[in-house]
Structure formats: structure tokens, C-alpha cells
């Protein structure tokens, strides 16, 4: 096919191929009138909107059109993946201005092979393609990408590149403290580039920026002996992004610690910082600053928040029906301990926050002491430990006793003290809620007699404990339907099945595709194990009491184990037995 590429045309085969109707193909052409103009066909037909009358449906976006067209001009469709594109690389195939005359970006270098590939926004015109293969010596292969994404990438590709190799040419300045142990050996000082060069700052702009578009909960930067790794954690899964020059990535911690407002000549032990910016779309974000000793330098981990957590509905947590009701009683009592229990990352906050906006009306005065303060509402009274005057949790909990509260939140019970305020300010008529750390909401019990609390206290406060995890979902757009393996099956419930849930005869398993990266999953959702402290619990809660005594009983009510409430999500098609047996803990029957 040689027709060139028009909006026009576009619309004639999808008519053609029978994705449109008529109707559709009339009414297309007068709305293209009120589309701008500078776009590329392909984003001025994905901005109409269409759906695909004979699929379901399907709306017809810039990604199902440019495999549609890829199809027709028989070239291969590539969907631009930034996290495993090597930047340094396909950024030296060509400039920046070569890159842009002829509306393509190089993506991909195979050295074994001697070939590239190269995303054109343009199938029908690739006369480039002969001149370019005399200059790198190499075979090209040209593919056909999103156009809007082709145009991004070129963007921040080549702006990253020239970030990096600006900041490799500045004149370096002589630090003669010891960053790392290779340079204590040497008996030399480091060289390190400027943390407030242009370059530098347009490096932590651009990394900033990345990390929110990949959806990443956490930025890692680790350095090594000649380079530094960046890595984003996504959906529970580190993926590696890029590796800077050593110096650079010193100064690129440097850059994040002066923007988290942390002493820039402290390296020798851990700090912490905080900072708030914006995401692309104008959304505030904050982040969570972190730097670690390490042989090679400081190792930096910036924990990103997410915004959609405060204005997250509590239908949207994952809870199964009869779980979310008892919750919702259990934090809507008027005195008693509530606790959440797992480990850093398992969702605790995002239920924390959430269950807190329910509760926070103007009918009630909710007062937190956190450390540190993770997510800043206008509906809660927040206090930060500062541990340098003495202000921890305990006193926290005390100084906020005197100011009138109805529910008190306290960030985590971490020892005595705290346990013995949080049940006094339970006995004098509060609702606290916390968190604990512990494998699951039985073992909250005798982590509290453990580390301290009386267990009569304890019986006379404690509502409720509901464990979590966080397991990835399937990707919607490949997961594939199978046979139930039984013996899979079992090892994930056993014999724990309270309710109704039978064994299905099909679930589904990961494929991978371009929406997911190839992993087969997209996103992450809740499992749950909560248990309520009733009469009958209350007799086994004693000095000598046994986990597997208290979760026997409390299954007995009830209960259902984490990998139970796994199986449901299992059963319902939205993740897998393997998933689930990952996160949930390996033998708590």
C-alpha cells in the first residue's frame, strides 16, 4: 500500500475493513472539522473517538489504530516500552534533528544481529531508510508506533541524552569527603558533578516526571562501583530504567536531598526528607525521601503517594462484601482498639486513609500522630514524632488525649508505651485505630501480651484486626482462560473454606501483551483477613495464648484466612493461585 496517510484515508478503511459503519463515517468527517489539525492523522481519527460497531464496542484509540494501519501497510506493529528502551543507545543512531525531519526515533539496537529498529509515524514514507543504514553500518528495521508516542519519546530521549552528557562536560568540583569505600582504599577525594547544574536538575525533573507516568510506587537510585542503577518499583515489581555515570549519580541524590530539605553534607548515616511537586497532569504528589550508607555512596529510595488515595471511595479498597460491613461497624464503634496489621507495602495506608476520610465528618474531631505524616488531609488533625524533642508516639498519644478527640490515629504500635497509651485513651472513651506488624490478625494479639499489654486490657479494648496484602491483578487485555488445577486449588485453601465458595472449573493465568509489559498483570488489589474480637475469642486471650488456638476459633466465627480471601479473587478471574500463595504468609493453619 502506498497511499499516503491522511485522515481521510484512514476513515475509507476502516469503512472498508468494516470497523465503521456509514453513519459513523459521515458523521466522522464532520466532526474532524473541530479537531486541530497540527495533530497526526492517526491522533486526529483516535480523537473522534469511534467505536468499533462490528467489536463490542471497542473504542478505537491511537494504539488499536496504529496496529490496524501497521497491519495494512505490512510493517511491524511496536508499542514503545521507555523502561526497556536503552536511552544511551538509540539515542546515538541518529540526532536529535535527523530524528525529527523524518518524524522517526530509534528504539531498539541489536548488536548481535547489527540491526535497528526505528518507529516511523509515517509508514508510506521510508526513503530515509536506505541513507540511514550507510551511516550506522547496520541493517534497519523499520516499525510502526503510536505517533503521539514516537513524538514524546524523541522529546524526552534525546533531552535526557544531552541532560547526561551536559552534565558529563561541566567542570566537576572537588569533594574531599569520602563517599564510598572503593575511594577510601584509593586515598583520593571524589569528583562530583554540580547538584544544582542545569543538567543535573533537568535529570531529576525528568526522572520525577517518568516515575509518575510508569505509575511507580517507589524510585530506587544505586550506586555501584562505576554507574549508578535506577530502578522503579510498578505494581509490586522493580524494572530497571537507566544507569548514569557515577559522579552524575551522585549529584543526582545530591539534587533530591537539597528538593527534601536534608543536610546535603551528612552521607555518613540515614536521612530522611519529604517533598510535594506535580505530576503531568497538574496532580500534587508527594514523595517520601529516603538516603542509606552504602559501599558505593548514598543510596537513595523516593516512596511516591498516591494522590487518588484521599479521594479514593472505600467500595474501591477490594474488601469482599461481608468483610467491608463488619469493617465498616468495627471503625464505626465510638470506643476500642481497631489495628491493621502487614508488612511496608501491603496497603495499609491506602485502608488507613480511607477508612479515616469515612469517619472524618464535622461531627468529629480525628487526630493522628505519624511518623512521618504520609499523606496530608484538611480533614485531619496531623501530628509529626519528632524524636529529637522527645515527641514519639507515646506522648503523642498523650498530648492529643487533652485536645478533645473522638478517634485517634495512631501510625504504629512499636512498643509498651505506645500500646499501654493507645489502651488507655480506649478505656477513657476514644476509638483508636493503628498498625502493627505482624504475619497475620491472630499473631496481633500476642505480639500485644508480648510487648507488654495486659491481656484483660486487651479483652476490654480490642474490636478488631484485619491483616492485608496487596496481589497484582491480571491484565484484562490478554489473561487467558484454563482448567483448574486441583492440587493447585488445594494448596491454596485446604480445608480453610468458611463460606460458600466452590472449587471453579475454569480461572485465568498471565499471557503478557504490550498493556502490561509482558508480565500478564496490570495493577494491584487488596486481600483480607479480618477477625472480630468477640465473647468467645476473649476466653483463649491470656499470658500463654497460642496463635493457632486463637485463628481456629477465629475461623470458627468466621474468619477467613488471607489466602481464602485470595481464592475468591482467584475465582473471580482477577489474579492467580500463584500470585496469592507469593504474598500471602506460607503456613498459618
Not at 96 to 113: G, T
Not at 512 to 536: A, F, K, N, P
Amino acid at each position: 500500500m502506498t497511499s499516503p496517510l491522511s485522515t481521510f484515508h484512514i476513515l475509507k478503511l476502516l469503512l472498508k475493513a468494516d470497523w465503521i459503519s456509514d453513519e459513523q463515517f459521515e458523521t466522522a468527517k464532520i466532526h474532524l472539522r473541530q479537531v486541530d489539525p497540527k495533530l497526526h492523522p492517526v491522533e486526529q481519527v483516535a480523537h473522534l473517538s469511534l467505536t468499533r460497531h462490528d467489536h463490542h464496542q471497542k473504542i478505537i484509540d491511537e494504539e488499536v489504530l496504529t496496529r490496524f494501519l501497521a497491519g495494512l501497510y505490512k510493517l511491524p506493529y511496536y508499542r514503545i516500552d521507555p523502561l526497556k528502551v536503552h536511552v544511551d543507545e538509540v539515542t546515538q543512531v541518529m540526532s536529535y534533528a535527523y530524528a525529527q525531519r523524518h518524524n522517526i526515533l530509534a528504539v531498539e539496537v541489536n548488536e548481535q544481529e547489527n540491526s535497528v529498529k526505528v518507529a516511523v509515524m509515517n509508514p508510506d514514507d521510508l526513503g530515509w531508510r536506505e541513507s540511514l543504514g550507510q551511516v550506522v553500518s547496520k541493517d534497519i528495521i523499520p516499525v510502526f508506533a503510536n505517533p503521539a508516542a514516537i513524538k514524546r519519546y524523541q522529546k524526552e530521549f534525546y533531552q535526557l541524552s544531552a541532560s547526561v552528557a551536559g552534565a558529563k562536560g561541566t567542570k566537576l568540583q572537588n569533594d574531599t569527603s569520602v563517599t564510598n569505600l572503593e575511594q577510601l582504599i584509593e586515598l583520593k577525594g571524589s569528583d562530583e558533578a554540580d547538584a544544582n547544574d542545569k543538567h543535573i536538575v533537568q535529570i531529576v525533573d525528568w526522572l520525577l516526571q517518568y516515575a509518575f507516568k510508569e505509575r511507580a510506587s517507589d524510585i530506587h537510585i544505586e550506586p555501584r562501583r562505576e554507574v549508578g542503577k535506577i530502578r522503579f518499583r510498578i505494581d509490586g515489581v522493580l524494572h530497571n530504567v537507566y544507569e548514569l555515570p557515577i559522579a552524575i549519580t551522585h549529584a543526582v541524590i545530591s539534587r533530591l536531598k537539597i528538593l527534601g530539605r536534608m543536610d546535603l553534607a551528612e552521607r555518613r548515616k540515614p536521612l530522611d526528607g519529604r517533598v510535594k511537586t506535580k505530576a503531568p497532569n497538574g496532580q500534587e504528589i508527594e514523595l517520601r525521601l529516603s538516603t542509606l550508607p552504602t559501599a558505593f555512596g548514598e543510596k537513595f529510595v523516593g516512596r511516591i503517594f498516591d494522590p487518588t488515595v484521599l479521594t479514593r471511595e472505600f467500595s474501591e479498597l477490594g474488601l469482599e462484601p461481608e468483610t467491608e460491613h463488619t469493617w465498616r461497624e468495627m471503625i464505626g464503634q465510638s470506643t476500642g482498639i481497631v489495628l491493621l496489621t502487614g508488612p511496608t507495602g501491603s496497603g495499609k495506608t491506602t485502608t488507613l486513609y480511607t477508612s479515616l476520610k469515612l469517619l472524618a465528618t464535622s461531627e468529629v474531631n480525628v487526630c493522628t500522630i505519624e511518623d512521618p505524616i504520609e499523606m496530608v488531609d484538611p480533614k485531619l488533625n496531623q501530628m509529626q514524632v519528632h524524636h529529637d524533642i522527645n515527641l514519639d508516639f507515646a506522648a503523642g498519644v498523650k498530648a492529643l488525649l487533652r485536645q478533645d478527640p473522638d478517634i485517634i490515629m495512631i501510625g504504629e504500635i512499636r512498643d509498651q508505651e505506645t500500646a499501654q497509651m493507645a489502651v488507655q485513651a480506649a478505656l477513657t472513651g476514644h476509638l483508636v485505630i493503628s498498625t502493627l506488624h505482624t504475619n497475620d490478625a491472630p499473631s496481633a494479639m500476642t505480639r500485644l501480651i508480648e510487648v507488654g499489654v495486659e491481656p484483660y486490657l486487651l479483652n476490654a479494648t480490642m474490636l478488631g484486626v484485619m491483616a492485608q496484602r496487596l496481589v497484582r491483578t491480571l491484565c484484562n487485555h490478554c489473561k487467558r482462560r484454563v482448567e483448574v488445577n486441583s492440587d493447585a486449588w488445594d494448596s491454596l485453601v485446604g480445608d480453610n473454606l468458611n463460606g460458600t465458595l466452590e472449587k471453579p472449573e475454569y480461572i485465568y493465568e498471565p499471557a503478557g501483551c504490550d498493556e502490561c509489559r509482558h508480565t500478564g498483570y496490570q495493577g494491584r488489589q487488596g486481600i483480607y483477613e479480618l477477625m472480630s474480637v468477640t465473647d468467645e475469642l476473649k476466653t483463649l486471650v491470656h499470658d500463654d495464648a497460642e496463635i493457632r488456638t486463637l485463628r481456629k476459633q477465629a475461623q470458627k466465627q468466621g474468619m477467613n484466612l488471607l489466602r481464602v480471601s485470595g481464592a475468591y479473587k482467584v475465582a473471580q478471574g482477577l489474579t492467580t493461585i500463584e500470585e496469592v500463595l507469593r504474598v500471602s504468609p506460607r503456613d498459618n493453619n
